[in-house]
């Protein structure tokens, strides 16, 4: 069961725009954007999750997922490129406190809980 992580709806572009939105402008976590719809990004947003558990305090979490699996709607498009940029899309990205995508992983980069973790720490430094 997924304690840390937003699945985007697939098949309402505004709803998921919306929730998409309000994960990013939270300026009190570390957010992972995981962007796939395929069974590898299954794996990672549970490796993902439960890395979130170690930042888990009284009042809340320090890090949350959001698995985007599909990112070719158009509200869901602009703000990807708003947030990563024009051009291609990393399969995992790390934004910081401030919104600052400060680490990506490419679809064919090897990736494990130890990968992940160093991607979500790059995340909490400024």
């Not at 962007?35 to 999750?49: L, M, S």
């Not at 930042?55 to 990807?80: C, F, H, Q, Y």
Request: proline share 5%.
């Amino acid at each position: 069961m997924l304690k840390n992580t937003l699945i985007l709806p697939r098949d309402d572009d505004q709803l998921a725009a919306y929730l998409l939105g309000h994960a990013i402008n939270d300026l009190t976590v570390v957010l992972m954007l995981v962007i796939d719809p395929q069974r590898k990004a299954q794996q990672i947003v549970e490796w993902a999750d439960l890395l979130c558990e170690k930042t888990r305090t009284g009042s809340g979490n320090m890090r949350r997922v959001v698995w985007i699996m599909d990112p070719a709607t158009p509200k869901i498009r602009e703000i990807l490129a708003h947030i990563l940029g024009a051009g291609n899309q990393p399969f995992v990205a790390v934004l910081n406190f401030y919104d600052q995508v400060k680490a990506g992983l490419g679809y064919n980069d090897h990736i494990d809980p130890i990968v992940l973790e160093k991607a979500f720490l790059a995340g909490h430094r400024l």
